[in-house]
Structures are given as structure tokens and as C-alpha cells.
């Protein structure tokens, strides 16, 4: 294998960039005087190659400037395709032209990747640096819902479970649901004295539960106030953590009643009861307005 085709190979395996995140603490820093610091203990891909700026801290000068304008210039890792080496280097800019355009040829002369802007005041006896590398990430991980899927997740990491279906990235705490999608599910139950004439449908989407309940008969005898259950049942993983949900129902007769959907922490999690409303007689039918949401990942 030639060092051209070993580029286009690692390409598809090692974005280009620093390996870490921004949390860490910024790999080029202003130094004494006219120079740069590079931090040691980088790593680095560019175009499937590494990078380290080795075990102590690398100094780079910068360009004096008596020009009258202020001028920005570029530090970079540069690899040379002519050497397959990998450097990091000051791109110096033009003085009032901005900051030099990056080189990413795509297979021959030289590739760079850019880690912080030094922005040299006319006659500057010191710079300002702004960081600006990019980090090479993590790939997305096929994966299940499992926990030993992967035991020591870092911040970034992206897997698509193939058992949930979601596609999910570790914030450094926790992981976060990027998108997920269940489709319509229907949420009845069984339960004595009544009977269904609209399914409840529950559809989850990236994080977001949306119900839609149906309607119900009261098919047993009379209910004073007081609180009955509805026949519907929300499945554990669609229960908010936390929070009871309410909402409104309408009970033959014109008359208003309050429901909540109970959450996962409270007796009676998952399920739907009707807590404030006017006596039910039999037969009568409660309507539930629609279009209730909340939030479970």
C-alpha cells in the first residue's frame, strides 16, 4: 500500500483533529513575548495520521509586525505529503487581510488542520491567541440498550441501538436521546365498568411522549367524587419520572371533569384516574381533550 492510498483509507477511520474535547484546556496558549505554547500530551489525526506534541511543552515564534495593521496568523498542524510528516507550524497572515486560508488538498502538496487563531497588534511585543482546534470525535457505535454495550462511555460517544432504535451521545454524565421514534401505540386497558370507544394512542418521539386519550362509557353503576381509574395503562419506559400530567375531560351532560396520568414515582404510576369531576352515572360517556406531552429522556 502506497502512503496516498494509506490516506484514503484512514480517512474513513480517523476524523481529523485533536483527540479530547472542549472541556480540556486549549492546546495552543500565548507565550512570553512574540511565541506561542502548544501544551504537551496532544494527540492528533490528520488525514489517518497521528500527531503528538510530545512529553514537554512545544514553542513556537511569531513574526514580528511593524506593517501598521493588524495581522492574524494561523497555528496549524501541516502534513507534507511529500515527507508524510506531520508538523505543527505558524501560518503567517497578510496584516488587515484576516487570517490565511487553510490547505486541504485532497491528494497531493500539503493538508492542515487548524488549532487556534494569534491575532499581532502593529508593533505588538506579545499576542493574543483564540483557540480553534477541531476535535476528531468518535464514530457511531451499533450497539443495544445494554449496559455492558459500552461500560465507560466518554463524552461524545454515539451508538444506534438496534433493540430501542435510538440514537443516543453521551453528555460526560449521562446519555442523552437524540432521536428515537415508537410509532403509535395503543395504550388500553382493562378495566371493570368500563368500555372503550377510542383507543388511547401514545407516540414517542426523541424524548417526547405525546397521548392522545380516547373516549370512554361508564358501563357500571354510579361514582360519587372522589377519583376512579380510566381504562388506560402508559408503559414504564413512556412514564414521566417524576411529574403527574393533567388535563381535562368532558362527561355526558356538559359537564367538566380533571384527569391526571400519574408519574413513575406515585402509587399509582402510569395510570389515568379522573380526581375532580361531578358524579358519573351509568352510561355515561367521558371525553378526554387531547393532545397531552411531556418529557422522558
Not at 147 to 152: A, H, I, V
Not at 222 to 229: C, L, Y
Request: aromatic share 6%.
Amino acid at each position: 500500500m502506497t502512503d496516498a492510498e494509506y490516506e484514503q483509507l484512514g480517512v474513513d477511520w480517523s476524523s481529523d483533529g485533536v483527540y479530547g474535547n472542549p472541556t480540556h484546556d486549549a492546546v495552543v496558549t500565548a507565550g512570553p513575548g512574540l511565541n506561542v505554547t502548544i501544551r504537551a500530551d496532544v494527540h492528533a489525526s490528520v488525514r489517518g495520521r497521528v500527531w503528538t506534541s510530545g512529553g514537554t511543552d512545544l514553542t513556537l515564534p511569531i513574526a514580528s509586525n511593524v506593517s501598521g495593521q493588524t495581522r492574524v496568523d494561523r497555528v496549524v498542524l501541516r502534513l507534507d505529503r511529500s515527507t508524510w510528516t506531520i508538523r505543527a507550524v505558524v501560518k503567517q497572515g497578510t496584516p488587515g487581510g484576516g487570517p490565511p486560508t487553510l490547505t486541504t488538498g485532497s491528494v497531493f502538496g500539503t493538508y492542515e488542520v487548524l488549532l487556534a487563531n494569534v491575532t499581532v497588534l502593529n508593533g505588538a511585543q506579545a499576542v493574543t491567541v483564540t483557540r480553534g482546534e477541531r476535535y476528531a470525535g468518535h464514530r457511531i457505535r451499533p450497539a443495544t440498550s445494554t449496559p455492558l454495550t459500552d461500560p465507560s462511555p466518554e463524552m461524545c460517544d454515539t451508538r444506534w441501538e438496534t433493540d430501542t432504535e435510538r440514537l443516543v451521545m453521551h453528555d460526560g454524565d449521562t446519555l442523552r436521546t437524540i432521536y428515537s421514534h415508537t410509532g403509535p401505540m395503543v395504550v388500553n386497558t382493562a378495566i371493570t365498568s368500563w368500555s372503550i370507544n377510542a383507543d388511547s394512542v401514545i407516540e414517542e418521539r426523541n424524548g417526547t411522549v405525546h397521548l392522545r386519550l380516547g373516549s370512554f362509557k361508564r358501563t357500571g353503576g354510579r361514582v360519587p367524587d372522589g377519583g376512579v381509574r380510566l381504562p388506560v395503562s402508559i408503559p414504564e419506559a413512556y412514564q414521566h419520572p417524576n411529574r403527574g400530567q393533567y388535563g381535562i375531560a368532558y362527561i355526558s351532560g356538559l359537564r367538566i371533569g380533571r384527569l391526571e396520568i400519574f408519574a413513575k414515582n406515585s402509587g399509582r404510576p402510569g395510570q389515568v384516574w379522573l380526581v375532580q369531576y361531578p358524579a358519573i352515572e351509568r352510561n355515561d360517556d367521558v371525553m378526554p381533550g387531547s393532545g397531552i406531552s411531556w418529557v422522558v429522556g
